[in-house]
């Protein structure tokens, strides 16, 4: 091969080379992408975790939101970590407790809120308030597990089995046919022609991202309602 050939082909190769990595950087570029922008600054983005009830949960667990009696082992139940907006339009971090066969249904859902920027008021594991289930309510707390009964029978609650939530009691209050409303500071909420931050409506996102997973919501009861209420049941 003559000294020009050589030339020639070398250059053909780099030639070929730039072409090849001009290509790559266009397919591998959005790949390595900063994250989406909106006005400016990155879009917030959903953070969950599933993860076991380590030993020192379990202990304060223990005579608050479990007992012995309970129908599932602490085994079965997962603590979920997960991001959530606040009513002031910050993000905050919460803690549920749930059944493990519904704990990724439930990361779905709470990533659902998320992007709708759904207001929950505080989010924390119902031991905080020993296991009353008032005072967790009167707190504006959303909840998930606690072993207890339906209240007034000998039935074990959806909660008892960590396949139900409780989401913004105030904003969405329990309310009997009789006319009671629990937790009392739910009263200016019962009227649910109101479209006040953090009400859930027939229908509406929160609805519809639970229903998305075969949960139901006791706002669509038909007599007494919790509006309050979502569960794997219905009930």
């Not at 949960?57 to 007992?67: C, E, I, L, T, V």
Request: hydrophobic share 40%; net charge positive; glycine share 8%.
């Amino acid at each position: 091969m003559t000294a020009a050939a050589v030339a020639a082909t070398r250059a053909t190769f780099r030639a070929v080379k730039r072409l090849v990595a001009g290509v790559l950087v266009c397919v591998l570029a959005p790949a390595f992408a900063a994250p989406a922008m909106v006005g400016g600054a990155a879009k917030p983005q959903f953070v969950g975790k599933s993860s076991k009830i380590d030993h020192a949960r379990a202990k304060r667990m223990k005579g608050r939101s479990w007992h012995r009696e309970c129908p599932v082992p602490i085994s079965q139940l997962r603590l979920l970590r997960v991001r959530h907006w606040d009513f002031k339009g910050e993000i905050e971090r919460g803690r549920l407790i749930v059944n493990e066969a519904a704990d990724r249904e439930i990361l779905r859902v709470m990533e659902d809120l998320f992007d709708e920027r759904f207001p929950i008021r505080r989010m924390e594991v119902i031991d905080a308030y020993g296991g009353d289930d008032h005072k967790s309510m009167n707190a504006d707390n959303t909840s998930a597990f606690n072993c207890r009964f339906v209240a007034g029978t000998q039935r074990w609650s959806e909660h008892a089995f960590g396949r139900a939530i409780d989401l913004n009691p105030i904003e969405n209050p329990y309310v009997t046919t009789s006319g009671h409303v629990s937790p009392p500071a739910g009263r200016p909420y019962a009227d649910r022609t109101r479209d006040a931050r953090g009400m859930i409506h027939r229908g509406d996102p929160t609805v519809r991202a639970f229903k998305s997973v075969g949960w139901k919501w006791g706002g669509n009861w038909s007599g007494t309602r919790d509006f309050q209420h979502f569960s794997a049941t219905g009930s």
